[in-house]
């Protein structure tokens, strides 16, 4: 695609020194007769939802997405993550099989903001992306998403902004309403796996009503979601050895710190994954409207969502730098197979894992809402509102190795390990291990190792905001905006642990469990993973009993036996377990934005005008708690710290960092209706997106030298700036005469100056204008001569200058054909592709090899088609998403960003109404059983291969 950037300042030009003064208005009548006109069409269903959504993009100011009541309530879509994919230009990121984070136009979750009722959504993710599967679609009344945005919107979302809305009882035509939805559901792969839950159930309930002659609207919602959460996967582990594996001679394929060596992958994982999520969603509304010109609404949002779940299986750790390798399989200078043998200095080794986690989320909304018509031109909206995230997570690890006898006064660990293995690019690789038939022998399986590595976070925001309209009879101009906004914002994050015995060997200290026939079940592999060898499934909660008879030990924020600067140290030593301390604290942000927009109403050349031009002030402080290492020393704050357990570090001093910034934001909307069917949007803007708020922490650590040069580094960083970038739009949009739809297409670039967080050292860096507690005077340890301390290098995590452009072209077709004789004239489509481009490459370090990347969540070709059909009280349809390879993280050991392949996901739906109330539908989610595949720089170097199942639902529906 040819690379085209237009010029904000030359557009508004354009635009605005061409703008005659005439303005362009129907007449009453024929805007009564259009209103008619649209009252007399009456359709039902999926086709009514795509009717009130192009009804809503055509009104837009905006250029946007729309999808309506009817859409998400009637739709298979379990979260609202599922429903926007369907749009165009928006894909999702699978996690478990379901859609829970969106990318718009090629760009990440992280550029994506989220409001619900138009206010501020904090997240359980700990980041700036919402977890979409929070959201259950049955209480939202009305979703968009704003590609371009205007002044009066929340900065935020460099990608685009997406508005959910809840019910406005007052709104409606009916006098009340009540709708209820049960549906069973199963999964088809939840059988293959022990213990997984095979069944389960969506229920949700919905009133809306009016009272007091129309001046009060209750509405009340609930919605339930309890559903099987399985998968069968292998997962490949990041390259992070090199190793000289197959001896060749003048061999320089390597990097250039070793040309002779090989990249060898730290391992794979094989594993079954159960359990069960359950959702409940609460949403009420109260209005009161006692006139024309004054409404006042309070409303909340409650969404908590538990996750219990486990996975079993192996974990093979090659060790490649110390085990002896053979057989070697090299593709462009990777092992993607051989064979691996242990040796007496190598911890090479196959664990049978049995993992437990439990996640407990929960999001809460209020909000208080008051719009005061002051006078026939002047009208005024106060808003209040609190968002507040809370994620705990528990994580139990159940580390098993095999011994060479299980019953033996004190068990010794096979150490003759041998494993074969061959990667099979995106299909399931081959392997062997020579412990095969001990797996599954209690004989030979004891417990090793227990950890438990909790993460509770709370992110909470309080913001009020005001906005004031001025409407003028006058031409060009239609009225003025212009609010203020004031957000208060606190993140905080909670680490602890607890670990017993070790992973790679049997601990004399901590010696291994034996287990009995209670504890255990033998687990085998069905389906694709058929070939792999059974293992033994623990009870971690009877296996924990057994092994702390007298109560089991609770996890506790510590620095550890074996912390650093401890003044109270065990003699024995220990673990050090810092991070605990060092990762757990606070981020702040207050923002302060106000803006000023107008509002355009024209012609141009006798072309209709409407649109708006206008600017956001934004005022940003953020401040992180941080503990900085001042290397024991008073002078420069150290502090005595205690931890949960009583011991007491003095290494630290206690502090609070951050920076303040402001920013500008012009933005402009232009749209010309060109006939009554026809209209041009053009739209430019600067917009920004901040850091992921958990990025924003401080975790610093600084360094004097003997001469006194001051250094330090950071992974984190509360002095991040927001990523920003300049964009341009412009679509034309043609809506049908005689028929339901429209076509719509649009190109978008985006110049984009960061888009990513990478380590980089600054020069002479200020620490003491940052807030670090650093001394101005220092004594030479050597010399015992005082001199000024000098500001040295600080390496710390920042925006990276790495920017660039991203492209593309949407195209949008929508149509019911109802021009076909009956019973075809209630066949439709819904089809939506998008082309994105960047020359934003990405240089991400895999283990110890270093990989170009594209943007995070950019597919070049993203599509989505429904195909439906109404006839009569019948009604079916079948969706279809597919999107290109991306760039995204798989979780394993830890999270890796890799490479994940196309996927087409299908979906069927069908439903009929018994009466005007009832009816009954049947479903199918993920229908050709879809899994993810990724892979790191080739498809050769398998990265993840995950099976989710399909999911079947029969529901019954009434409404009244």
């Known amino acids: 695609m040819p690379n085209f950037k237009p010029n904000l300042l030359s557009m508004a030009i354009l635009a605005f020194g061409a703008i005659s003064l005439p303005t362009y208005a129907q007449d009453a009548s024929s805007t009564e007769d259009a209103e008619d006109a649209l009252e007399e069409v009456v359709v039902t269903g999926f086709r009514q939802s795509l009717v009130n959504a192009l009804d809503k993009k055509r009104a837009s100011d905006m250029v946007t997405e729309q999808l309506s009541a009817d859409d998400l309530g009637s739709l298979p879509d379990v979260s609202m993550a599922d429903a926007l994919t369907r749009l165009p230009g928006i894909s999702a990121v699978r996690t478990g099989g379901q859609a829970a984070e969106i990318n718009i136009r090629g760009m990440s979750g992280g550029f994506v903001f989220s409001t619900l009722n138009g206010r501020e959504q904090v997240s359980t993710s700990g980041s700036r992306s919402i977890e979409f599967d929070q959201y259950p679609s049955e209480l939202i009344s009305s979703a968009a998403v704003y590609k371009s945005p205007k002044a009066s919107l929340i900065e935020g979302g460099v990608a685009g902004s997406v508005e959910l809305e809840t019910a406005s009882p007052l709104d409606l035509d009916q006098q009340h309403t009540f709708n209820a939805n049960v549906r069973s559901m199963y999964n088809d792969r939840a059988g293959e796996i022990s213990d997984a839950v095979e069944f389960g159930h969506r229920l949700s309930l919905a009133y809306q009503g009016k009272f007091a002659g129309d001046t009060i609207g209750v509405a009340l919602g609930y919605a339930r979601l309890y559903q099987p959460s399985v998968s069968t996967q292998f997962v490949g582990l990041a390259y992070n050895n090199l190793v000289d594996v197959d001896d060749v001679e003048g061999d320089n394929d390597g990097p250039v710190n070793n040309p002779a060596a090989e990249y060898v992958s730290e391992g794979m994982e094989l594993q079954h994954r159960g359990g069960e999520e359950t959702r409940d969603g609460y949403m009420a509304a109260l209005q009161f409207e006692p006139n024309e010109s004054f409404s006042l609404k309070a409303d909340a949002f409650v969404s908590k969502f538990d996750t219990k779940s486990f996975a079993r299986g192996f974990r093979v750790k090659f060790d490649g730098a110390a085990a002896s390798i053979a057989n070697e399989q090299i593709q462009d200078n990777f092992m993607v197979g051989g064979t691996i043998n242990r040796r007496s200095n190598s911890n090479t080794r196959i664990e049978i894992v049995n993992d437990d986690n439990t996640e407990f989320d929960e999001v809460q909304n209020f909000g208080v809402n008051a719009a005061w018509q002051v006078t026939d031109v002047l009208n005024v909206t106060l808003d209040v509102s609190k968002s507040k995230a809370t994620s705990d997570f528990q994580n139990g690890l159940l580390w098993s190795l095999v011994a060479e006898d299980a019953n033996a006064d004190t068990p010794v660990l096979d150490r003759d390990i041998s494993i074969n293995y061959q990667l099979n690019g995106l299909n399931l690789p081959d392997v ?201 020393e008073p002078e420069r704050g150290a502090q005595y710290i205690e931890d949960d357990v009583g011991y007491i570090s003095n290494l630290y001093a206690p502090s609070i960092k951050g920076t303040k910034y402001t920013d500008y934001l012009p933005q402009m909307n232009l749209n010309f209706s060109l006939t009554e069917n026809d209209q041009i949007r053009i739209a430019s803007a600067k917009v920004m997106s901040r850091p992921p708020i958990q990025r924003l922490a401080s975790d610093a650590s600084l360094y004097i030298s003997d001469d006194g040069e001051i250094s330090g580094n950071s992974s984190n960083s509360p002095f991040l700036k927001p990523f920003y970038a300049n964009q341009y739009d412009i679509s034309y949009e043609h809506y049908f005469e005689n028929s339901d739809g429209a076509i719509a297409v649009a190109l978008f670039y985006k110049d984009i100056e960061s888009t990513g967080i990478v380590t980089t050292i600054l020069p002479n860096f200020d620490f003491a204008s940052a807030g670090y507690g650093v001394p101005s005077k220092w004594v030479n340890p050597n010399t015992l001569v005082e001199s000024a301390t000098t500001n040295g290098d600080f390496e710390v995590a920042y925006n990276d200058e790495e920017g660039g452009f991203v492209q593309g072209v949407e195209v949008a077709y929508t149509q019911v054909f109802d021009m076909l004789p009956s019973p075809f004239d209630g066949l439709g489509a819904n089809l939506s592709y998008s082309y994105t481009e960047s020359e934003i490459e990405k240089e991400r370090i895999l283990g110890v090899s270093t990989v170009k990347q594209t943007l995070e969540g950019l597919s070049k070709n993203v599509a989505s088609t429904t195909l439906f059909w109404n006839y009569k009280d019948f009604e079916t349809r079948v969706s279809v998403r597919s999107r290109d390879k991306f760039v995204s993280d798989q979780v394993a050991v830890e999270s890796q960003t890799v490479f994940f392949s196309g996927e087409t996901v299908i979906d069927y739906q069908a439903s009929y109404n018994i009466t005007d109330n009832l009816g009954v539908m049947f479903q199918i989610n993920n229908l050709t059983d879809e899994p993810t595949r990724s892979y790191f720089n080739t498809e050769d170097q398998t990265g993840t291969i995950q099976f989710f199942g399909r999911q079947f639902f029969v529901g019954v529906t009434y409404s009244m």
Request: charged share 20%.
């Open 432 to 632: 062997g291990f020579s412990q095969a038939d001990a797996f599954s022998d209690i004989d030979r399986v004891m417990v090793s190792k227990y950890g438990i590595y909790p993460f509770v976070h709370t992110d909470e925001v309080d913001a009020v905001r005001l906005d004031i309209k001025y409407d003028f009879d006058m031409p060009v101009l239609a009225s003025i905006e212009a609010g203020v906004r004031q957000s208060s914002r606190e993140y905080s994050r909670e680490r602890s642990v607890f670990e017993y015995g070790t992973d790679n060997n049997f601990s004399a200290a901590e010696p291994p469990l034996r287990l009995t026939s209670d504890m255990v079940d033998v687990i085998d592999w069905e389906g694709d993973f058929s070939h792999f060898p059974s293992y033994l499934a623990i009870d971690l909660d009877a296996a924990l009993n057994a092994w702390f008879p007298e109560g089991i030990p609770q996890p506790v924020k510590t620095w550890g036996p074996g912390g650093p600067g401890l003044v109270n140290a065990d003699s024995s030593g220990g673990d050090s377990y810092s991070w605990t301390m060092l990762q757990s604290g606070s981020v702040y942000e207050d923002v302060f934005a106000g803006y000023l927009m107008a509002n355009i109403d024209a012609e141009l050349f006798g072309i209709p005008v409407t649109g708006n031009i206008g600017v956001r002030m934004v005022e940003t402080e953020q401040r992180a708690t941080s503990l900085d290492d001042v290397g024991s």
